[in-house]
T-cell receptor
């Protein structure tokens, strides 16, 4: 399958700081990228969908001013958690696809964010 | 996305076939059945998907009932590395829409 990378794999930051997470599709052009969040012992929850060159679409309850998403190229999307608080501590996972209905998504390895 | 129902956990002996069931009785005609799995602390891994016909790839086989109300994922020769949470998802969006993950089935392969 196609390869999606995320960086960093782990990050620890102080409350009030901002953290940027990168998601890259390494061997295909990702028209669409998705950001999910997973709290301990829970399932993945979709946060937002981003299409290259367009503004991201956020799921209900996800603050777009807190979770800034940029999808400036067909191989890179970034998620910035602004003014992070301990409750933002979670496992953040991106996925990428060629944007075609009925095709699969390829997931990154995830980023473990811990806010102190 | 149609709701899917999976058993919360299953055990399987190493080397045997693991058969994971999924119920999706309200699936609509344009929704595919996708299977992903998540090994602890990693991102989900795509396994297989299908619409009506049975599908097979190098990882698994997918058997969909004729009425499409349920399906079974088959791992033909389970290994310890197949221990993971397996998610069955019904989606019409596939690569264009975000996926709705349920609680999945925690498959434990026993040595």
């Amino acid at each position: 399958g196609a390869v999606v990378s995320q960086h960093p794999s782990r990050v620890i930051c102080k409350s009030g700081t901002s953290v940027k997470i990168e998601c890259r599709s390494l061997d295909f052009q990702a028209t669409t990228m998705f950001w999910y969040r997973q709290f301990p012992k829970q399932s993945l929850m979709l946060m937002a969908t981003s299409n290259e060159g367009s503004k991201a679409t956020y799921e209900q309850g996800v603050e777009k001013d807190k979770f800034l998403i940029n999808h400036a190229s067909l191989t890179l999307s970034t998620l910035t958690v602004t003014s992070a608080h301990p409750e933002d501590s979670s496992f953040y996972i991106c996925s990428a696809s060629e944007g075609v209905i009925y095709n699969e998504q390829f997931f990154g390895p995830g980023t473990r964010l811990t806010v102190l | 996305d149609a709701k899917t129902t999976q058993p919360p956990s299953m055990d399987c002996a190493e080397g045997r076939a693991a058969n994971l069931p999924c119920n999706h009785s309200t699936i609509s005609g344009n929704e595919y059945v996708y299977w992903y799995r998540q090994i602890h602390s990693q991102g989900p891994q795509y396994i297989i998907h299908g619409l009506k016909n049975n599908e097979t790839n190098e990882m698994a086989s997918l058997i969909i009932t004729e009425d499409r109300k349920s399906s079974t994922l088959i791992l033909p020769h389970a290994t310890l590395r197949d221990t993971a949470v397996y998610y069955c998802i019904a989606s019409s969006g596939g690569g264009a829409d975000g996926l709705t993950f349920g609680k999945g089935t925690h498959l434990i392969i026993q040595p």
